[in-house]
């Protein structure tokens, strides 16, 4: 795949005569990724999580308009050595026995440059923080020009895992972790 996001987010963020109603995109869960990566000492620690759905909704015209909501199982985060993925999982980290699930859902999308900030609700182990993602848009690889029903959106961004109450073995292993989100998407209809 090609980097264009150059040329979709001005499609994005700039109304020239693309559609004016809000597109709602699927997920392709086979070709979507939710990593993850924090220190061990001079170590990372990376990982993943599966994505539980996604609902998407990009406005081509007006960019306040799009809307993400994203779920993750937890039950199911994997990590770079295994009892990385145990801890992980377990009452001092993500507790995924009581809190199965997480959840991003955005309250704001705004312009940053030739990408977008998408501003938004994250629950972990129930706790619910605000957390910004920075966002960009790719089409396919010789998809034409203002061809938008495929798309790969990356999401970056950073927590704090004490934050949201994950402080095991904060001793051992950084409190930022960087979250790096593929989705693969295709317009609904």
């Excluded at 007006?62 to 993925?85: I, M, R």
């Excluded at 997480?102 to 972990?124: H, P, Q, W, Y």
């Excluded at 029903?149 to 109450?165: A, E, P």
Aim: charged share 20%; aromatic share 6%.
């Amino acid at each position: 795949m090609r980097r264009l996001a150059a040329l979709v987010l001005a499609a994005l963020l700039c109304p020239h005569g693309a559609s004016a109603a809000t597109t709602a995109y699927h997920l392709d869960p086979t070709a979507s990724t939710v990593a993850f990566e924090t220190d061990f000492g001079p170590d990372l620690i990376t990982g993943s999580i599966p994505l539980e759905k996604a609902d998407l909704k990009l406005d081509f015209e007006n960019v306040t308009n799009c809307t993400v909501d994203v779920a993750l199982d937890v039950t199911g985060a994997k990590a770079s050595f295994p009892f990385a993925a145990q801890a992980l999982k377990g009452p001092k980290v993500l507790d995924a026995r009581g809190h199965p699930r997480m959840t991003f859902e955005s309250t704001s999308v705004k312009r940053a440059g030739e990408a977008a900030d998408v501003t938004g609700n994250l629950t972990i182990r129930g706790v619910t923080r605000p957390v910004t993602l920075h966002a960009q848009i790719f089409r396919p690889k010789g998809s034409a020009e203002g061809e938008l029903d495929h798309l790969t959106v990356k999401l970056t961004g950073n927590v704090n895992r004490s934050d949201f109450g994950a402080t095991g073995w904060s001793d051992m292993v950084g409190d930022q972790v960087r979250i790096i989100i593929t989705a693969r998407i295709d317009a609904a209809g």
